[in-house]
């Protein structure tokens, strides 16, 4: 089971709007994704944890797609529902995240799938609001995985520190603000 964000943008006017080319290569220097992003579901002993991935593929997780023309709001859902339909790769960490150009007027968008045992709705949102700018001027790549999610001492909030492994309900319970009133995962 996976959560999903749908966010469409409008580039600001002028001569120097950034390509989405260079915007998709300026996210690919961020090589190394931090807690909860790097993590991978693995059994052990009859139980499901969490662990790193040591061979993390930046280029798996990001991916740039461009719709087909006319680059209606049609096309944009008809691609997102496909994308959403497939399941998140249970050997890598569980989420990917697709930059689509192509919209009309220049728009573009951002469609981020995350399972729901990493991320609850709530928490993916205000995580995603925290890596976004209200100013144009305000030129930071949109970094979801570093501190973003993160308040205080590693492991603290559900991830694994130092190699420790945590079954998914305890991450889910751990969560800094996350969803109100639960106790585990659903």
Not at 41 to 63: A, I, N, T
Not at 117 to 122: A, H, N, Q, T
Request: hydrophobic fraction near 40%; aromatic fraction near 6%; include cysteine.
């Amino acid at each position: 089971m996976h959560v999903a964000s749908l966010q469409i943008f409008t580039p600001p006017k002028g001569p120097a709007t950034t390509s989405m080319q260079t915007l998709y290569q300026s996210w690919r220097t961020h090589l190394a994704a931090s807690k909860p992003f790097n993590l991978r579901p693995v059994k052990q002993s009859g139980l499901w944890c969490w662990e790193e991935d040591k061979e993390f593929d930046l280029d798996y997780h990001l991916r740039h797609l461009a719709l087909p023309r006319p680059g209606r709001i049609r096309e944009l859902l008809v691609l997102v529902s496909q994308l959403h339909a497939t399941l998140l790769d249970r050997n890598r960490p569980l989420w990917e995240c697709y930059l689509i150009e192509g919209l009309a007027d220049g728009r573009f968008a951002l469609y981020l799938k995350i399972h729901h045992g990493l991320v609850d709705g709530v928490t993916g949102i205000r995580m995603v609001s925290a890596a976004l700018s209200t100013r144009a001027k305000e030129n930071q790549a949109a970094d979801l995985g570093a501190g973003a999610c993160q308040t205080g001492q590693a492991g603290q909030h559900g991830g694994p520190a130092g190699g420790e492994k945590i079954p998914p309900a305890t991450f889910v319970r751990r969560l800094p603000d996350g969803v109100g009133g639960a106790s585990g995962p659903r």
